[in-house]
């Protein structure tokens, strides 16, 4: 069955810092990746997706993600983390047919 | 571009009345999702629509549940009688025919609180 797991619920980093969450999922096949980011009483944006390819994928507001089939991982990076990062960040693996699963999700704090 | 519209943003009601909420897709995409966000349960798809015919409502809690497309640039969700339990937020999202690609974008949720 498929699956999303987000293992860290609550990540807090220094403004700066560097930044990595994590995201395993279980699929039976070559899957279709995604990270959003959910930000308090907003809806979800994208932030980036992985279909085929190059494996490390660029985002917006200087994201990246890494996708590693051997570890069923896909990754959310962002070298130095700003206060307006903070927000539920989501990741999320698609199906043919649409059908997404997402992560129960990473609520990240910034500290100034 | 205008994005996915949700609407209302906000809805206060009371317990058995009937509550709709609307969504419009962005234009030219062909497949609307319905999720249904707790804090308790996380996003939950409930029911997804692809070309207009709903293919997989498994989501929809129960019969007080209904969901409609009728036609490519709407849909409603529509729970008769409300109960409590059902305050959540409420998103939809659309996604374009690009097989092999597919994206789904989110509306900005509509805020249900039962009382």
């Known amino acids: 069955a498929q699956s999303v797991t987000q293992p860290d619920i609550h990540i807090t980093v220094s403004e700066g810092a560097s930044l990595e969450l994590r995201c395993n999922y279980s699929?039976?096949?070559?899957?279709?990746l995604f990270w959003y980011v959910q930000s308090p009483g907003q809806g979800l944006q994208l932030l980036l997706k992985y279909f085929s390819g190059d494996t490390l994928v660029q985002g917006i507001k200087g994201f990246e993600a890494e996708f590693k089939r051997s570890q069923s991982s896909f990754n959310l990076r962002k070298p130095s983390v700003h206060w307006s990062d903070a927000a539920e960040y989501f990741c999320?693996?698609?199906?043919?047919?649409?059908?997404?699963?997402f992560g129960t999700g990473t609520s990240l704090t910034v500290i100034p | 571009d205008a994005g996915v519209i949700q609407s209302p943003r906000h809805e206060v009601t009371e317990m058995g009345q009937e509550v709709t909420l609307r969504c419009k897709p962005i234009?030219?995409?062909?497949?609307l999702f319905w999720y249904r966000q707790t804090m308790m349960r996380g996003l939950e798809l409930l029911i997804y629509f692809n070309n207009n015919v709903p293919i997989d409502d498994s989501g929809m809690p129960e019969d007080r549940f209904s969901a409609k497309m009728p036609n490519a640039s709407f849909s409603t969700l529509k729970i008769q009688p409300s109960e409590p339990r059902d305050s959540a937020v409420y998103f939809c999202?659309?996604?374009?025919?690009?097989?092999?690609?597919?994206?789904?974008?989110f509306g900005p949720g509509t805020r249900l609180l039962v009382l």
């Open positions: 999202a659309s996604s374009p025919p690009i097989y092999g690609e597919e994206t789904q974008y």
């Open positions: 699929y039976g096949a070559t899957p279709y």
């Open positions: 234009s030219g995409h062909n497949s």
């Open positions: 999320a693996v698609g199906a043919r047919g649409n059908q997404f699963y």
